[in-house]
C-alpha cells in the first residue's frame, strides 16, 4: 500500500481520501465541486488511480471527479483474508458509491474496471447517467461472452501467459515480484509511450506491489481468469433498458495486445449502437498514458456535448 501522502514528485497532487465501507481502507481521489456531475473512474489490472491523473486535472474545475483505487491496489489496503474475484471488488465498489451517495455517475471504465463498473451499473442503472468506455469490457447480459473471451484469450500474449503459469505452478511467484517486473508487465499488455518513463512513473506503479503480500490484488485477478472464478453481474431487463438509453463513448487503443478491439468494440456497440467510437492508433492497452491529452479531450468533449 502507498503512503497517503506520498504524490510522486508533484504528479499525482491529489489529496486522498479513504472509506472502511467496504470492510478494508480503501482510498478514493474525490476532486472538484461537491455540487458537480459525478465521473467515476475505474482502473483496472495492474494500475491504480494514478492512471487517471490528467483526466482528474482537465474534469475537476466542472467536474466531480472521483477515483477509487479497487482493493490491493494503489494506496487501498491488501487484506490478507480477502478474495480478490470480479464479484468481489463490485460488492467494494458498490458499498463506497453508497456511503458517498454517489447520483447522476458518469463511468470512465479501463480494463477490469469495465466489467466492474457494468456490474455497479447492473445494481443501480439508476444512479448511472453515462458510460465511457476506454480499452475496458462492457459485459451487460449479452449472450456470447465467453466466446469473446476465449477468443481473445487465443490471440492476447497477457492471458497466453496466465494460463501457461497458472498450469505449472508460477504464476503466483511471478506477479508476487509485480514491484520488481512492472514494466515488462505493462509492455506486455501494450503499452507504447516510453517517453513518459521515469523514476516517479515507475515508484507510482511499482510501489503498490512491493512485497508479495502486496500483490494479492494483481494475483487474484489473474488467478480468477484462470480458475474461472470470475462471476460478471447480470442485470434484470429493465436494467438492461435503462442503460442501453445512455449517452456512450468508446474509445480504444488500437495497438491493445490484451483486450482487442476486434473482440470487444463490438460487444460495446451491441449494447449502445448509437455510441461515438474513437480508435486511437499507436496508442495500447493503458491509452491514458500513451494518449493522455487525446484521451482527456474526447472525454470532457463528450461530457460538454451531453450535458
Given at each position: 500500500?502507498?503512503?497517503?501522502?506520498?504524490?510522486?514528485d508533484g504528479s499525482f497532487p491529489?489529496?486522498?481520501?479513504?472509506?472502511?465501507?467496504?470492510?478494508?481502507?480503501?482510498?478514493?481521489?474525490?476532486?472538484?465541486?461537491?455540487?458537480?456531475?459525478?465521473?467515476?473512474?475505474?482502473?483496472?489490472?495492474?494500475?491504480?488511480?494514478?492512471?487517471?491523473?490528467?483526466?482528474?486535472?482537465?474534469?475537476?474545475?466542472?467536474?466531480?471527479?472521483?477515483?477509487?483505487?479497487?482493493?490491493?491496489?494503489?494506496?487501498?489496503?491488501?487484506?490478507?483474508?480477502?478474495?480478490?474475484?470480479?464479484?468481489?471488488?463490485?460488492?467494494?465498489?458498490?458499498?463506497?458509491?453508497?456511503?458517498?451517495?454517489?447520483?447522476?455517475?458518469?463511468?470512465?471504465?479501463?480494463?477490469?474496471?469495465?466489467?466492474?463498473?457494468?456490474?455497479?451499473?447492473?445494481?443501480?442503472?439508476?444512479?448511472?447517467?453515462?458510460?465511457?468506455?476506454?480499452?475496458?469490457?462492457?459485459?451487460?447480459?449479452?449472450?456470447?461472452?465467453?466466446?469473446?473471451?476465449?477468443?481473445?484469450?487465443?490471440?492476447?500474449?497477457?492471458?497466453?501467459?496466465?494460463?501457461?503459469?497458472?498450469?505449472?505452478?508460477?504464476?503466483?511467484?511471478?506477479?508476487?515480484?509485480?514491484?520488481?517486473?512492472?514494466?515488462?508487465?505493462?509492455?506486455?499488455?501494450?503499452?507504447?509511450?516510453?517517453?513518459?518513463?521515469?523514476?516517479?512513473?515507475?515508484?507510482?506503479?511499482?510501489?503498490?506491489?512491493?512485497?508479495?503480500?502486496?500483490?494479492?490484488?494483481?494475483?487474484?485477478?489473474?488467478?480468477?481468469?484462470?480458475?474461472?472464478?470470475?462471476?460478471f453481474e447480470t442485470p434484470d431487463?429493465?436494467?438492461?433498458?435503462?442503460?442501453?438509453?445512455?449517452?456512450?463513448?468508446?474509445?480504444?487503443g488500437m495497438a491493445d495486445r490484451?483486450?482487442?478491439?476486434?473482440?470487444?468494440?463490438?460487444?460495446?456497440?451491441?449494447?449502445?449502437?448509437?455510441?461515438?467510437?474513437?480508435?486511437?492508433?499507436?496508442?495500447?492497452?493503458?491509452?491514458?498514458?500513451?494518449?493522455?491529452?487525446?484521451?482527456?479531450?474526447?472525454?470532457?468533449?463528450?461530457?460538454?456535448?451531453?450535458?
Amino acid at each position: 500500500m502507498i503512503p497517503a501522502g506520498l504524490d510522486f514528485d508533484g504528479s499525482f497532487p491529489y489529496a486522498p481520501h479513504f472509506s472502511n465501507a467496504p470492510g478494508f481502507r480503501m482510498h478514493y481521489v474525490d476532486e472538484g465541486p461537491r455540487d458537480g456531475e459525478v465521473v467515476l473512474c475505474l482502473h483496472g489490472e495492474p494500475t491504480w488511480g494514478y492512471l487517471f491523473r490528467h483526466l482528474i486535472g482537465t474534469l475537476r474545475g466542472r467536474y466531480r471527479v472521483v477515483v477509487p483505487d479497487h482493493m490491493g491496489f494503489g494506496k487501498s489496503e491488501t487484506p490478507q483474508d480477502r478474495s480478490y474475484w470480479l464479484q468481489d471488488h463490485i460488492d467494494n465498489l458498490e458499498r463506497l458509491v453508497l456511503e458517498l451517495d454517489l447520483r447522476g455517475i458518469t463511468l470512465v471504465m479501463h480494463d477490469f474496471g469495465g466489467p466492474a463498473g457494468m456490474g455497479l451499473a447492473a445494481r443501480h442503472p439508476d444512479r448511472i447517467r453515462r458510460v465511457v468506455s476506454v480499452n475496458g469490457p462492457t459485459p451487460f447480459g449479452q449472450s456470447g461472452l465467453r466466446e469473446i473471451l476465449v477468443a481473445n484469450a487465443q490471440a492476447a500474449p497477457w492471458f497466453q501467459w496466465i494460463l501457461k503459469a497458472a498450469g505449472d505452478g508460477s504464476l503466483e511467484q511471478v506477479l508476487g515480484q509485480l514491484g520488481y517486473n512492472i514494466l515488462s508487465t505493462l509492455k506486455l499488455n501494450g503499452f507504447e509511450n516510453h517517453a513518459v518513463i521515469s523514476d516517479a512513473w515507475l515508484q507510482a506503479y511499482g510501489l503498490p506491489f512491493a512485497t508479495p503480500a502486496e500483490c494479492l490484488g494483481a494475483i487474484g485477478w489473474a488467478r480468477g481468469f484462470a480458475d474461472g472464478a470470475h462471476s460478471f453481474e447480470t442485470p434484470d431487463a429493465a436494467a438492461v433498458q435503462a442503460i442501453r438509453a445512455r449517452p456512450a463513448l468508446g474509445i480504444w487503443g488500437m495497438a491493445d495486445r490484451t483486450l482487442q478491439a476486434e473482440h470487444f468494440l463490438p460487444q460495446f456497440s451491441g449494447l449502445f449502437p448509437a455510441a461515438e467510437v474513437h480508435r486511437l492508433e499507436g496508442a495500447g492497452h493503458y491509452c491514458f498514458e500513451d494518449a493522455p491529452e487525446r484521451v482527456s479531450e474526447l472525454i470532457s468533449g463528450f461530457l460538454d456535448r451531453t450535458s
